[in-house]
C-alpha cells in the first residue's frame, strides 16, 4: 500500500440472512484517489457506511478489518468510533438538502463538530468555520454561515458539505456520489475542489458515473453485488477492462451518451437473481459456462474465470 492511510481486509456485511458485502478487501494511500463504481446495490454506500461506523440498523458486519494509518478500527468502543468518525474521517453525504437541519442555520454543524472534535471554544470554532467556508469558495462566508440550508443553491450546499468534512483535516475523506443533482459546470467545479483539497489525504470516491471516476480517480475498485470484480489503474481499467461487468458499465455509458451506434454486449437489464456460490455475474454473462459454477478466484486484478484480456488474445 502506498504511505498510510485506509485498509480494508475482508469485509463482510449481511442483512437478513443475506450477504450484502462478500469478502471485500482494498487499500488507499495518502494522496490517492480510488474510485468504488457499480450499479445500484452493488455495495458501495455500504461500503462506505461500515468504513465510517454509520451502517444502518439490520446491518451487521460478521468479519472483515478496517485499519485507518495502521489503527484497528473495528475494535474500537462506541465512544472512541464516534471520534474516530468526526475526526479521522470525513464524509461527503449523496444529498447536501438532508444531510443538514433545515431548522439550524449552514454553519452549526461545522461549529458543533470543531468544538467536539477539536475542543475549541464557539468563538474560535466559528472563526475556522468561517475560513473553511472561504476557502470553499463561498460567497461572503461570514453572512452565510447564518443562512438556512434552502437559502443556497445545490452546489453552495455541496461545498458547506464538503467544507464540513473536511473540517478537522480527516486523513481519509469518503465522497458519496457528491455530484449527484448538479448540473455539468457545477460538477466540473466540486471534482476539482474535491480533486485539490484531498492532497495529503486518502480519499474514496463512491459514484456510479464512469466519466466522473475517469476524471479523479487513480483507481477503480469495480463491486458487482458486494463483490470486487476489478480493481486496478483507472486508464487500464476503463481502455482495457477485463472483467465482462466492466466491460458492460463502459458500453452501456457509450450507448446512452450517444458516443456508440452499438446494442450492449451482454449484461443488459437490472441485477439478476443471485447465483449462489458461483460467480456472481455468471446469470447476465454471455461468456458463463459450467466453471463458472464455482467462484472465481481474484487473478490479474479480475474476478473472473474468462477475463477478456485472455479471451481476446
Known amino acids: 500500500m502506498a504511505d498510510g492511510a485506509l485498509r480494508v481486509e475482508g469485509l463482510t456485511l449481511a442483512a437478513g440472512g443475506r450477504t450484502l458485502v462478500n469478502g471485500l478487501s482494498f487499500d488507499i494511500g495518502r494522496g490517492e484517489v480510488l474510485g468504488l463504481v457499480g ?15 454509520l451502517l444502518p440498523g439490520g446491518v451487521s458486519r460478521p468479519g472483515g478489518s478496517i485499519r485507518l494509518d495502521g489503527r484497528e478500527l473495528t475494535a474500537l468502543d462506541p465512544l472512541q468510533r464516534r471520534a474516530m468518525a468526526g475526526g479521522a474521517i470525513g464524509m461527503v453525504f449523496q444529498d447536501p438538502m438532508s444531510a443538514f437541519n433545515p431548522v439550524k442555520h449552514i454553519g452549526d454543524l461545522h461549529v458543533r463538530s470543531l468544538m467536539l ?20 469558495n463561498l460567497p461572503d462566508p461570514e453572512r452565510l454561515i ?10 453552495q450546499r455541496q461545498r458547506a458539505m464538503i467544507a464540513l468534512a ?38 474514496l470516491m463512491i459514484t456510479h458515473d464512469l466519466g466522473v471516476a475517469a476524471s479523479i480517480c487513480d483507481r477503480l475498485a469495480v463491486l ?22 466492466t466491460r ?14 452499438f446494442k ?16 456472481p455475474y455468471r446469470p447476465r454473462c454471455a461468456q458463463a459456462d459450467d466453471r463458472c459454477a464455482a467462484l472465481p478466484p481474484m ?5 473472473c474465470w474468462h477475463p477478456l484480456a485472455e479471451a481476446a488474445a
Do not use: W
Open 39 to 53: 450499479e445500484s446495490g452493488s455495495g458501495k454506500s455500504l461500503t462506505a457506511a461500515a468504513i465510517a461506523d
Open 117 to 136: 472534535h477539536a475542543g475549541l471554544e464557539r468563538a474560535a470554532a466559528r472563526a475556522r468555520a468561517v475560513a473553511a467556508f472561504a476557502a470553499m
Open 146 to 155: 447564518d443562512v438556512y440550508p434552502h437559502q443556497l443553491s445545490g452546489g
Open 166 to 203: 473536511l473540517i478537522n483535516d480527516p486523513a481519509l475523506l469518503i465522497a458519496d456520489e457528491p455530484t449527484t443533482a448538479l448540473d455539468a459546470t457545477v460538477q466540473r467545479q466540486i471534482l476539482a475542489l474535491l480533486k485539490r483539497r484531498s492532497a495529503g489525504r486518502a480519499l
Open 224 to 245: 458487482y453485488r458486494g463483490h470486487l470484480v476489478e480493481l486496478g489503474p483507472t486508464a487500464q481499467v476503463l481502455a482495457a477492462p477485463r472483467h465482462p461487468y
Open 248 to 261: 458492460m458499465l463502459i458500453d452501456a455509458r457509450l450507448a446512452l451518451s450517444g458516443e456508440g451506434t
Open 264 to 279: 450492449l454486449r451482454h449484461g443488459a437489464g437490472a441485477m439478476a437473481t443471485d447465483p449462489g456460490d458461483g460467480c
Open 299 to 303: 487473478a490479474g486484478g479480475a474476478l
